[in-house]
């Protein structure tokens, strides 16, 4: 038995990994009776500005679970025969952005795994800095890998503590003691969802509510709530654990919340600016972020230009403080993806 996992982390990880694994979205629902993969699929493509290089969406019937993935963007992986024949009422999705770390097939999630004879899915958005010495642990307990990934070792994480518990909440909980990083993730078993977020609230995960109390999502951003007419509720908090079955919504906590280090990446570039998180339109923040910097550093210049397109909203800020005119100087090709690298 290995002992940090038996001690649940108490030892130091032996290598940590400071570059950037993933940005993603992630996507949650729970709806008997309503078509959850459909659903799923528009979300995500709301959510794609969040990831171009894979795609996937995995669906519970209350007997099994079927996923679907592949590399591409949404509409290039999934048809509408593919979206037809996977009916269920909860279902998770994922689009992945990798910088580094396998590009094949075998990475793009949900990831799939078996916990003696139940199926589950996991979506994931986050970097695990100790993933390298949780892995290495749990091969040499005989644990096998498909990928190089640190959302298939929390996967098999969870799967290892819930056989030991008996519990998928239990082992969710034990897998959050153990991650060390920022992570947002969605689970789907046959019959539940599950929603848990670091406890340090560094990546985004918000829940909300279809109307009619049809169900529940959960999502990376607002803006993928609105995509699919839900309400937005609250944010899932920090170390919390969301699960979402036939008996409805519960909550506990899955470790004890640290100090909120939210990643400013979001507020700067990642979201879509017509997202709300914190209670704070995505959009105003960058314009007042721009005219706050037109007050820190004012110039004499003839034009304030947007670089498209997550820095317009900070321009039209400058500008509207300065009293330079905003212009367009700098215009994206909408037909290709993400330019910003």
Known sequence: MSEKLDHLGSSAPEQQDDKLHEECGVFGI???GHDVARMTYFALHSLQHRGQDSSGIAVGDGKTVLVRKDLGLVTQVFTDADLAAMPGKVACGHCRYGTAGAKGWESAQPHLSMINDVIIALAHNGTLVNFDSLRHELIEMGVPFRSNTDSEVAAKLIGFFTQRGHSLRTGIAHTMRMLEGGYAMVLVRDNAMYA??????????????????????VASETCALDTVGAEYVREVEPGEIIRISDDGLSSQMGCRPRALTNCIFEHVYFSRPDSVKDGMSIYRVRHNMGRVLARETPVEADLVIGVPDSGCPAAEGYAKESGIPYGTGLIKNRYIARTFI
């Open 30 to 32: 729970w709806a008997p």
């Open 196 to 217: 848990f977020r670091d406890p340090h609230g560094i990546r985004p995960l918000v829940l909300g509510r279809l109307s009619g109390d049809a169900g529940w999502v």
